[in-house]
């Protein structure tokens, strides 16, 4: 009879959920890189002939359809990252070195992410999610300074937020004011899992104020909801290469297919 100490805990680790984000980051990038920028070329074309040719092409119209999908179903990654950047920002024993790990990542992030989405290495326009992780890290880092309950550090909290959107905003980081809004609300209600969840998922709704691509952003809480508590197996080099990877391969794909 198998022991119960032996049995592994159902439900998702962090690692599980992590390949979870990133199938759905996967998504957004085949949406973006692919199907928009090469078939749909959106940066080449007119609104206008976008439209006509929707018009007249069933494939035109199909390819369209299917590259807003995507990119809604992209947006499902934003409240899994920012539960794990909650649960990670809890339970590390070193913040700092947290940010300085994200924040590698980041700049490793930006080439791959400016060639996926535009074919260029630099690009002003935007820079990589990612970013806003580093940035929600720093969010976290003054939480956790101002952590009392009286009305000053509350006070502070809630400037540090809008000053961390403002800091996406501004930077022009992809998905960052999003991120940061969920983040917000799971570090605050980290203590009551089960309204976090829920307080999480109506912070991602109101995200579609923005964009209406977030109305889709909630269903990201279905996988958090099988969250078990556990790290999973420690794959630490794969899980931070793994989304440099997906847009070197992406930008690649478009250069030699299309």
């Known amino acids: 009879m198998e022991r119960i100490q032996d049995r592994k805990p159902s439900g998702l680790n962090s690692n599980a959920l992590r390949t979870w984000g990133m199938v759905f980051l996967a998504m957004g990038v085949l949406g973006k890189s692919l199907v928009q920028n090469r078939l749909l070329r959106l940066g080449e074309v007119a609104p206008m002939e976008l439209v006509e040719a929707m018009q007249t092409s069933g494939t035109v119209m199909i390819m369209a359809t299917a590259a807003l999908v995507l990119q809604a179903m992209e947006t499902c990654a934003v409240p899994i ?58 969010m976290v880092w003054f939480y956790r300074r101002f952590a009392g309950k009286g009305f000053s550090q509350a006070l502070v909290r809630v400037l540090v937020t809008l000053a961390a959107m403002l800091w996406c905003v501004m930077l022009s980081i992809s998905y960052g004011p999003a991120l940061l809004l969920i983040l917000a609300v799971l570090w605050a209600l980290r203590e009551k899992p089960m309204l976090r969840g829920i307080a999480g998922a109506m912070a991602a709704l109101v995200c579609s104020v923005g964009s209406m691509f977030y109305m889709a952003s909630p269903m990201g809480f279905l996988a958090v909801h099988f969250y078990n508590g556990e790290k999973g197996p420690d794959n630490r080099l794969v899980s931070y290469l793994a989304y440099p990877v997906l847009l070197l391969a992406a930008w690649a794909v478009g250069i030699l297919f299309f």
């Open 81 to 138: 990252f920012a539960f794990l950047l909650a649960e990670g920002a809890q339970r590390t024993s070193n913040l700092p070195k947290y940010m300085a790990r994200v924040g590698l990542l980041a700049l490793a992030c930006e080439i791959p992410y400016n060639l996926a989405l535009s074919g260029k290495f630099l690009d002003l326009g935007s820079r990589n999610p990612v970013f806003g992780c580093l940035v929600g890290l720093v």
